[in-house]
């Protein structure tokens, strides 16, 4: 007798779907706790946190200008939409950690060896987009912008423009860090290969700056700075697809050799 489920993924048991709804709003509600928690956390620090992100552009001020409020709520609600921003950023973990929850359990053995190390790397690119957009895009786009107005023009950047500019950077750069890991799932799903990527080069270099300009600011700066990374992940995520298919490759082989030689032990204990 044929088990029917012996070719399903692990722990996949059938489940009546309001099960899955119930499951699926168990995990969402302990997502949503886990950012309003951060959130409590960080509240009385909103004012010092937006300094922080503020310090790109107000260390380049001429002196004698700041920042300016030029609505009467701005003042509360920029550092509140920081601060509640920031908490989804760092709750990233454990939101990714619950969506892992719900979904490991329809993932076969393999597909679960390869999903935990990109959840990790896609969480850590992430990040990493974050801190080059601060660290690196922020100085060198408002060092620009400041040195090239008229010399009558005072620089004076509302608070709640100023954020809304740098979470689209944030978000913008962010997204551009997971490159890597989009290409090779790409590869290992099947829906391409590494030899078509790699024909397909020149066309990937000009989306990139394609989507460099509709990503950032129109300025030539910021829209180069997120293009070039864009093609460099990309390339990073071909060298990644090619030692992701070697190992299997070699996996297979090591799995076909031991059959074959399970096969042959069987046959000679016959004999």
Known sequence: MIDPNQDLPDNDQEQPFVSHLVELRSRLMRAMLAILVIFLCLFYF?????????AP???????????????????????????????L??????????????????????????AVPLLASS??????????????VFPLIFGFFTSVGPENVAVMTDISSYLNFVLKIFFAFGVVFE?????????????????????????????????GMLLTPPDVISQTLLALPMWLLFELGIILAVIIKKKGRDEEEEDGE??????????NKSV
């Open 258 to 267: 031991f059959e074959q030689a399970m096969q042959e032990e069987d046959e």
């Open 46 to 54: 909103a004012n010092h946190l937006y300094e922080i992100v503020s």
């Open 89 to 114: 950023f760092l709750a990233m973990p454990l939101i990714l950690h619950q969506v892992w929850g719900f979904i490991s359990p329809g993932l076969y053995k393999h597909e679960k060896r390869l």
């Open 179 to 211: 490159i890597p890991i989009a290409t090779l799932l790409l590869v290992w799903s099947g829906l391409t290969d590494v030899q078509s990527l790699r024909q397909k080069r020149a066309y990937v270099i000009v989306g990139c700056f394609v989507m």
């Open 123 to 136: 969480i850590f690119l992430f990040y990493a987009g974050i801190a080059f957009a601060y660290f690196v």
């Open 57 to 87: 552009l107000t260390a380049l001020l001429p002196a004698g200008t700041s920042m300016i409020a030029t609505d009467v709520t701005s003042p509360f609600f920029a550092p509140f939409k920081l601060t509640l921003v920031l908490s």
